[in-house]
């Protein structure tokens, strides 16, 4: 959703990015340097490596306040210097990101909580606006053309409140707890809690991160870690992800973290990250995220990333922020068909992900699925008496927060979500068989490799995969009100 500029203007909000210079009159300043079609191929902003994080944004169905469908971000390299006595978080971020329009102004996402003190484009301060979570930014865009934006901000962060009625998700985003560790969990959204971004699904991007803060303390992101060192008291860690990610799978934490180095069966790199006071946990943590990967890779091919870190947390949930989870330090949290439901979300979720938060079925739903396998296999629940259990509460879910594809807004993330698709699925198995159905398991994240899809996408590709009428089963399961019997 996107507010005038020219309408802030005249409502006096408007500010300029440039630190001790004059204000600026001109309330559409362009880019100093040339925006003539050979930018694309030799500006500052451009770079080959990028190219894997382009996207076609979209406005959101569900939430269509967060997010600019205008902006199409590419890398976002994160420098965040994190104080525990504070609570101060300061960034400077640099922002790399397409256009997808021609405008004299574009919007990222970022809470008011932190106060920006300065934007450039392309190296020049342009006139800025924080008006709400919108951070308006007044500069000439073309249609195509990249970009690079830098933002200096510094504040006390807050959480963002989240749009369900689910007790450990009270609150979305940074998150401070009272001895000054932090951490940041933000499905569906919340990441502009921390830093400017737009904030939704369909763009993903990639990312580096500085992190600093205090020793003992230390930041932790996605990706790899690619240096760690001490610098005049603070610890300084940079991490890279290679491969894009949209904004709710990426995580950050700062805390006095021990961590250990494991390797899966085929040879994946896995981190472990616990508070230094929980580490007589290492040693369990250790063999049941290996275990899990292992099994994820059984069902689902090889794993689609580069490496795969655990990060305990504070907190009574867990996400399955990519290449990094995050888990609150509870049993259930850390227990191993959890560890198997983040780690099948690497696939399921992070590889290929929902382009808006309607489908976020999509996610949940085989996820869930493939844990109450596990379960199965492991000595829990038999999976058919699992899912008829499922179903049979299926009508108060439904009733409570409508069909999985077709929820209500302000119930995200809720059991119709999660068991109902999984149900479906089970359907879907009973109807092309055991051999095919996993076969699609496996095939279809690895089909849509770094990219995104909905409702149409998938439900189309597993029809035309399987060769059989599979439209009744989705519809039946996914859209109507009325909860569907199981295997009738
Ligand atoms: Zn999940």
């Known amino acids: 959703m996107r507010r005038g500029l020219a309408v802030l203007a005249a ?25 003539t079609t050979a930018s694309e191929t030799v500006g500052p902003a451009y770079d080959p490596g990028f190219d894997v994080a382009l ?9 269509p306040d967060v997010g600019d469908p205008g902006v199409d971000a590419l890398h976002y390299d994160l420098d965040l210097t994190w104080d525990p006595d504070t609570s101060v978080l300061t960034g400077a971020e640099t922002l790399t990101f397409r256009s997808t329009e021609a405008d004299d102004e574009f919007q990222l996402d970022l809470e008011p909580a932190l106060e920006v003190t300065e934007v450039a484009l392309d190296g020049q301060p342009v006139d800025f606006v924080q008006d709400g979570k919108d951070l308006v930014v007044g500069a000439d865009v073309a249609t195509d053309e990249r970009y690079v934006v830098s933002v200096g901000y510094s504040g006390v962060p807050e959480p963002v409140a989240a749009p369900t009625t689910r007790q450990d998700l009270v609150a979305l985003g940074w998150t401070t707890m009272p001895d000054g560790a932090a951490w940041t969990m933000q499905e569906p959204f919340g990441a502009y809690s921390w830093y400017a971004v737009n904030d939704q699904p369909s763009d993903k991007a990639l990312y580096d991160f500085t992190l600093r ?35 709710y799978l990426v995580t950050v934490a700062f805390g006095d ?3 250990a180095e494991e390797t899966s069966a085929s040879g994946v790199p896995v981190s472990i990250w616990l508070p230094a006071d929980e580490s007589d946990r290492m040693a369990e943590l250790r063999r049941t995220t290996v275990a899990a990967l292992d099994w994820s890779e059984e069902v689902l091919g090889p794993y689609p990333f580069d490496s795969l870190g655990f990060l305990f947390v504070d907190s009574t949930s867990g996400m399955e922020t990519q290449t990094m989870v995050t888990l609150g330090l509870t049993d259930y ?54 899912l008829a259990g499922w179903a049979a509460d299926g009508p108060e879910m439904r009733a409570g ?17 999660y068991y109902l698709p999984a149900v479906m699925w089970d359907q879907v198995r009973e109807q092309i068989g055991d051999d095919e159905f996993f076969r699609l398991v496996w095939e279809w994240p690895a ?10 996408d998938i439900t189309t590709w597993w029809e035309d995969e399987s060769g059989e009428e599979l439209t009744s089963i989705f519809r039946k399961h996914l859209l109507a009100k009325r909860q569907p019997a199981y295997r009738p």
């Open 213 to 247: 803060v205090a020793d003992p303390m230390v930041g932790v992101a996605n990706g790899e870690l690619e240096s760690r060192e001490k610098v005049e008291g603070l610890t300084v860690t940079e991490w890279h992800l290679a491969e894009p990610a949209a904004s």
């Open 447 to 456: 089909s849509r490799d770094n990219d995104h899809a909905d409702y149409d």
């Open 11 to 35: 409502a006096g909000l408007l500010v300029t990015g440039c630190s001790g210079g004059e204000p600026s009159s001109d309330p559409t300043p362009g880019p100093s340097t040339p925006t």
């Open 401 to 417: 927060a409508g069909p999985p594809a077709s929820y209500d807004p302000a119930t995200f993330a809720e059991g119709n979500v």
């Open 55 to 63: 996207s076609e944004p979209v406005e959101d169905r569900v939430y």
């Open 257 to 259: 973290y021990v961590t």
């Open 333 to 386: 949290a850390t227990s191993e068909p959890v560890l198997v439901h983040e780690a099948v979300h690497q696939w399921w979720g992070n590889q290929v992900t929902p382009r808006d938060w309607r489908d976020l079925w999509m996610n949940e739903g085989m996820t869930m699925y493939l844990q109450a396998l596990w379960e199965s296999e492991n000595g829990g629940e038999r999976l058919e008496a699992r």
